[in-house]
């Protein structure tokens, strides 16, 4: 079992920059892949960026590649998502989510097991 808790996730204007955290407890964490999903107000929840459990590969949803990073340090338990240049197509809740051990990281929601209760993140214009 993996407990995650997001952090960081606040209003901010477009152009802006935010990094969400997420701390992970239970499980040895550092085994598995993580993932950062967002789900924007009235639509379904989508893929927004995924690291490989030891961190040597990332992966980003179009929208968002070049803008936002995703990293980890698992001696720390923790995951972190920087935003730059926001824009108020970003706002959304965002999910840290976790998957299954040692497995590649995923784009599907399906793949990922263990997820947080989300942080808010508002761009305005």
């Known amino acids: 079992q993996v407990q995650l808790v997001e952090s960081g996730g606040r209003l901010v204007e477009a152009g802006g920059s935010l990094r969400l955290s997420c701390a992970a407890s239970?499980?040895?964490?550092?085994?598995?892949?993580m993932g950062w999903f967002r789900q924007p107000p009235g639509k379904e929840r989508q893929f927004v960026a995924a690291?490989?459990?030891?961190?040597?590969?990332?992966d980003y949803a179009d929208s968002v590649k070049g803008r936002f990073t995703i990293s980890r340090d698992n001696a720390k338990d923790m995951v972190w998502l920087q935003m730059n240049s926001l824009k108020p197509e970003d706002t959304a809740v965002y999910y840290c989510?976790?998957?299954?051990?040692?497995?590649?990281?995923?784009?599907?929601?399906?793949?990922?097991?263990?997820w947080g209760q989300g942080t808010q993140v508002t761009v305005s214009s």
């Open positions: 239970g499980s040895a964490s550092g085994i598995y892949p």
């Open positions: 989510t976790a998957g299954r051990p040692f497995r590649d990281y995923s784009r599907a929601e399906s793949d990922y097991i263990y």
């Open positions: 690291i490989t459990w030891s961190g040597d590969r990332r």
